[in-house]
């Protein structure tokens, strides 16, 4: 199956039925952002610390995989030169709207999270990648990515699934049964049978997901050349939709760095 194609018209659907991660920020918000009074999320309900960004005027910043008008206007309002990534037209879309709408400079571009080959090296001095990633198979390309496209010193913010949230029988859990059933790394397309896939996903429209390990999250940030430099974890904003969060954080972000090339004596 195209994992690409599939989730591309499935987030597409999710702008029709207005999901929470396609609904774009208010002209309010817009003009607060313009003010200094902002703030973005990388999972559900815990604000990004304004401690991890750098100064946002001109800074060359990529929202990847983060389109639906959320972030992306956000950071543009707040003086940042933004580039919006996303596999989905329709949440793209999204951001134009409110860029149309509140004035706003900034670019879409449709495109896959794991290949960036559309931008040269150093493109970017910031990186904005909210929980999407567990809609791609193999998640270590586009921290190998991320790497390649950021300037030295450059900085990736990234939200990201805790793995444990994919062990369960996900319609078990929908009633508030946690049975453990799954392994990680999971994959809906190996991990579920035909019937469960086709009760569960394609039934419901919904996207394709995939749990990868944390030794991939974080293993995989610090493999392509990053240093991590922040962590905090946080909840589903919906407990009663996500009952393993009434237990443990199921999601996580982190704060990572591109490290300055070191300085020779000469260059000293």
Not at 98 to 108: F, K
């Amino acid at each position: 199956m195209d994992v690409r194609t599939y989730n591309r018209e499935a987030w597409d659907r999710l702008v029709e039925e207005r999901s929470r991660w396609t609904v774009p920020v208010t002209s309010d918000d817009v003009q607060r952002a313009k003010r200094g009074d902002w703030q973005i999320v990388l999972t559900p309900t815990k604000p990004v610390p304004r401690t991890w960004f750098p100064k946002l005027p001109n800074t060359d910043t990529l929202c990847l995989a983060s389109a639906g008008g959320q972030q992306g206007p956000i950071l543009a309002a707040a003086g940042a030169k933004v580039t919006v990534l996303d596999a989905s037209p329709r949440q793209l879309e999204q951001d134009r709207t409110v860029a149309d709408r509140d004035g706003l400079e900034l670019e879409t571009v449709e495109g896959d999270m794991a290949d960036l080959s559309m931008f040269a090296e150093a493109t970017f001095a910031l990186i904005i990648h909210p929980c999407s990633n567990c809609f791609v198979p193999d998640v270590r390309p586009v921290w190998r990515e991320c790497y390649r496209v950021l300037r030295p010193g450059g900085i990736l913010l990234a939200g990201f699934m805790n793995p444990v949230r994919y062990i369960f029988d996900d319609e078990r859990m929908e009633n508030g049964s946690l049975e453990v059933r799954h392994s990680i790394p999971y994959s809906d397309l190996v991990d579920l049978d035909e019937a469960d896939r086709q009760s569960a996903i394609f039934d419901k429209n919904r996207p394709l997901e995939f749990g990868h390990a944390l030794e991939d999250q974080i293993g995989g940030q610090l493999d392509a050349g990053f240093v991590i430099t922040g962590f905090y974890e946080d909840r589903c904003h919906d407990v009663e939709a996500d009952p393993v969060s009434k237990y443990l954080p199921t999601l996580i972000a982190t704060k990572a760095v591109k490290a300055q090339p070191a300085i020779s004596r000469r260059e000293e």
